[in-house]
T-cell receptor, first 112, second 114 residues
Framework: DAKTTQPPSMDCAEGRAANLPCNHSTISGNEYVYWYRQIHSQGPQYIIHGLKNNETNEMASLIITEDRKSSTLILPHATLRDTAVYYCIVRVSRGSNYKLTFGKGTLLTVNP | EAGVTQSPTHLIKTRGQQATLRCSPISGHTSVYWYQQALGLGLQFLLWYDEGEERNRGNFPPRFSGRQFPNYSSELNVNALELEDSALYLC?????????????FGQGTRLTVV
C-alpha cells in the first residue's frame, strides 16, 4: 500500500469546516483513498472513500486532486463530537495487500 | 443490523498465560481482520481471514494465531503472553469483493497482561 503523510494534529472551531489534508504521492492507479476516524478508545469508523472523483456523503466530502497525489477530507460543520484521530489510507482492492494499513493519523480537536 | 461484536470487552491475564479473543462479523461479511493498538500507538495489522483461510499476516511472532470458523466468526489466540501484549485488540469485517469495501470495526477487547 502507498505511504500516506498527514499532519499530526489540527484544531478547528465548532461550526466551522474542518479540512484535513493527506499526501499520497506514490499512489498507484488501482489504489483507493479511504478515510477512517477513531474516537478515543473506540473502534475506527469508516467515513468515506474514493478513487478519482470527488465524493460526498452524509458525514463528509473527499476532494482528490487530479494527479491523485493528495486529498482533503472536509467536515463541513465540525462539532465537538468530531474530535478524533483521522486516518487517511490508500489501498489496493485485491491480492495480498487486501487490507487496511493505518498510519499515525491526524488528531483533530474541535474547540467550542 | 448488528455490527461487529467482540468478546470479552476486557480481559486480564498473567504473563505466560494464553488469551483467546472472539469476533463475530456483520452478517454477509466473509473477511475478518485483526489489529493491535497498544497505548498511544497506531493500529498494527495482525491477521486477515477470508472464507476460513488466513490470507495475510502482519509482522507479529507466531504466538499470535487465529482461525475463522464456517460461520465466518473468528478467534485470535495469543500464547505465552508478555507484558507488551497489553493493548486494545480490534476486529473488523468486510465484504470481499473485487472493487472496494469499507471495513466495519468492533469496539475491541482490551487485554491487560500483568
Amino acid at each position: 500500500d502507498a505511504k500516506t503523510t498527514q499532519p499530526p494534529s489540527m484544531d478547528c472551531a465548532e461550526g466551522r469546516a474542518a479540512n484535513l489534508p493527506c499526501n499520497h504521492s506514490t499512489i498507484s492507479g488501482n489504489e483507493y483513498v479511504y478515510w477512517y476516524r477513531q474516537i478515543h478508545s473506540q473502534g475506527p469508523q469508516y467515513i468515506i472513500h474514493g478513487l478519482k472523483n470527488n465524493e460526498t456523503n452524509e458525514m463528509a466530502s473527499l476532494i482528490i486532486t487530479e494527479d491523485r497525489k493528495s486529498s482533503t477530507l472536509i467536515l463541513p460543520h465540525a462539532t465537538l463530537r468530531d474530535t478524533a484521530v483521522y486516518y487517511c489510507i490508500v489501498r489496493v482492492s485485491r491480492g495480498s495487500n487486501y487490507k487496511l494499513t493505518f498510519g499515525k493519523g491526524t488528531l483533530l480537536t474541535v474547540n467550542p | 443490523e448488528a455490527g461487529v461484536t467482540q468478546s470479552p470487552t476486557h480481559l486480564i491475564k498473567t504473563r505466560g498465560q494464553q488469551a483467546t479473543l472472539r469476533c463475530s462479523p456483520i452478517s454477509g461479511h466473509t473477511s475478518v481482520y485483526w489489529y493491535q493498538q497498544a497505548l498511544g500507538l497506531g493500529l498494527q495489522f495482525l491477521l486477515w481471514y477470508d472464507e476460513g483461510e488466513e490470507r495475510n499476516r502482519g509482522n507479529f511472532p507466531p504466538r499470535f494465531s487465529g482461525r475463522q470458523f464456517p460461520n465466518y466468526s473468528s478467534e485470535l489466540n495469543v500464547n505465552a503472553l508478555e507484558l507488551e501484549d497489553s493493548a486494545l485488540y480490534l476486529c473488523a469485517s468486510s465484504v470481499r469483493d473485487e472493487g472496494f469495501a469499507e471495513a466495519f470495526f468492533g469496539q475491541g477487547t482490551r487485554l491487560t497482561v500483568v
